[in-house]
C-alpha cells in the first residue's frame, strides 16, 4: 500500500488544499521528483526557442504587437556563447532562466526531503515555466521590452540582475543551510533559527520573491517588474506564509512562538 504523503501533517485540511508540498513526511516520491526536474530541465530551451527564434511571436503579430529585430550576437571568443546567436541582452535573459532552473533542481534533489506527486510537481514545474515565458515575451514586446533604450546595458537590466542575483542567493543559501542543521540527528525536531533565517522566519520565501521580481523588471521593466514582485509578495503574505505558521506552530509550538518573538519579520526584513 502506498503511504500517504500528507498523512503526518498537522495542518487543517483548508491549508492543506491550499499547498502543493506536503508536510511533516518524507515519504520518498522518486516519480514525482522526476517529473519536477525534468520540467525545470526544460524550460531554458523553451526560453531560448522564444528570445532565438521567435516562438510564438506570429501570434502577437497577428493581434498587431510588434516585437524587437534580434540585435547583433557578441563576438566572445567562447563558441559555446558565440553559437547561440543571442545579443548581450538576451543572453543576459537566458542565464537567469538558465539559473532559476539550476537552483531549482538542486531544491528538488539535495534540499527538499517532502513528498511531490508527479501532479503536484508538474504544475509546479509549469507554473515557474509560465512565468519564465512571460518574462521573455514581455521583453520581446516593443511596448513593453526594457531594452527600448539605445545605451546597453540598461538601468532596468542592471538593477533587475542585482535583485536577481541577490534573491536567489538569498533563497539558495538558506535552504542550504536549513538543511546542514535538520541533517543533523541532534537537531531533530528543532526549528531551525540561526545563519539567514535570523532576517526572517521564512526568508527564501523573501529570496524568492525579490529575484522573481528581478527577473521580470530585467525583462519588462520596472512596471512589469513592479506587478510581478507584488503578485508574489501578495501571494506569499496570504497564502504561503500563514499556512506554513500553522504547520510550524502545530509541530514546534512554543519553540516555534519563541522564534516569532525573536525573528519579527515573516518574508523580508524591513518589510514584512
Not at 521567435?54 to 516585437?67: C, K, N
Not at 526594457?146 to 538569498?170: C, D, K, R
Not at 521580470?216 to 506554513?244: C, K, M, N, Q
Amino acid at each position: 500500500m502506498t503511504a500517504n504523503p500528507k498523512a503526518n501533517d498537522p495542518r487543517s485540511e483548508a491549508s492543506k488544499s491550499r499547498d502543493l508540498i506536503s508536510r511533516g513526511d518524507y515519504t520518498p516520491t522518486p516519480a514525482g521528483k522526476a517529473v519536477f526536474f525534468v520540467g525545470r530541465a526544460l524550460d531554458p530551451f523553451l526560453q531560448y526557442s522564444i528570445l532565438a527564434y521567435g516562438t510564438g511571436t506570429s501570434l502577437l503579430h497577428r493581434v498587431g504587437l510588434r516585437t524587437l529585430p534580434p540585435g547583433p550576437p557578441p563576438n566572445t571568443g567562447v563558441a559555446l556563447i558565440d553559437g547561440l546567436g543571442l545579443s548581450p541582452y538576451r543572453l543576459i535573459l537566458l542565464g537567469m532562466a538558465i539559473g532559476s532552473a539550476m537552483k531549482q533542481n538542486i531544491w528538488v534533489t539535495v534540499l527538499s526531503g517532502e513528498p511531490l506527486t508527479p501532479a503536484n510537481a508538474a504544475i509546479i514545474s509549469a507554473f515557474n515555466t509560465v512565468n519564465n515565458g512571460l518574462n521573455t515575451y514581455a521583453f520581446l514586446l516593443a511596448a513593453t521590452s526594457a531594452s527600448e533604450e539605445s545605451n546597453f546595458p540598461q538601468v532596468p537590466l542592471i538593477v533587475g540582475s542585482a535583485l536577481y542575483v541577490t534573491g536567489i542567493l538569498l533563497e539558495l543559501v538558506s535552504e542550504i543551510q536549513r538543511k546542514q542543521f535538520k541533517s543533523d540527528p541532534k537537531n531533530k525536531g528543532k526549528v531551525y533559527t540561526g545563519g539567514l533565517w535570523k532576517l526572517a522566519r521564512h526568508i527564501n520565501y523573501g529570496g524568492y520573491t525579490i529575484w522573481r521580481a528581478g527577473y521580470a523588471l530585467a525583462s519588462g521593466g520596472w512596471i512589469w517588474g513592479a506587478i510581478a514582485g507584488a503578485f508574489f509578495f501578495s501571494d506569499f503574505a496570504t497564502r504561503g506564509v500563514p499556512i506554513l505558521d500553522e504547520y510550524c506552530s502545530k509541530r514546534y509550538g512554543t519553540q516555534w512562538q519563541q522564534f516569532k518573538k525573536q525573528t519579527k519579520w515573516r518574508l523580508l526584513p524591513g518589510v514584512y
